[in-house]
């Protein structure tokens, strides 16, 4: 069984770069600077930002289903220069050097199990799941502060 790593497209956060601070705090965003390597992974690029580069943080609805009683959403940053990352069947770097916690989901939204991880242990985690037949999706967070990062999809 294989999978995919996806990332967030680009497109529904390019508006916010345009904006004013005024005009993002109206709609509960902010821009940001990264400050320090590390702390700030960009949802799009699968990246962390650069020290002094620019990002948006803004609310994100990682899981829209109304039907699902885990529907959720939480902040992401996404960095002003952000290219889509493609697909991937490995994590990348700025999954496998964080500590994460995973949710894993049947194809009704449903919550299986949740795991906190060594990102190391990423590829492995997922790859067990996928060979669950009930697994749909997995999303992959950051363990200590719960922001998702990205989302595992199975890839046939």
């Not at 959720?72 to 940053?77: D, R």
């Not at 490995?90 to 906190?116: C, F, T």
């Amino acid at each position: 069984m294989t999978y995919r790593i996806e990332a967030l497209p680009v497109a529904p956060f390019a508006p916010y770069f345009a904006m004013s601070d005024a005009e993002l705090a109206e709609v509960g965003a902010r821009r940001w600077v990264a400050d320090a390597p590390g702390r700030a992974p960009c949802r799009v690029s699968l990246r962390d930002a650069d020290a002094g580069e620019a990002l948006v943080l803004v609310n994100h609805a990682h899981l829209t289903d109304p039907t699902s009683p885990y529907r959720a959403a939480g902040p992401i940053f996404v960095r002003e220069n952000a290219v889509m990352a493609d697909p991937v069947m490995e994590a990348p770097e700025m999954l496998r050097k964080r500590p994460l916690s995973l949710r894993i989901y049947d194809r009704r939204n449903m919550m299986i199990e949740g795991q906190v991880i060594d990102g190391a242990d990423l590829d492995d985690r997922i790859a067990r799941w996928f060979a669950e037949p009930a697994t749909d999706q997995i999303h992959i967070h950051f363990a200590p502060r719960g922001c998702y990062l990205a989302r595992a999809v199975r890839h046939d």
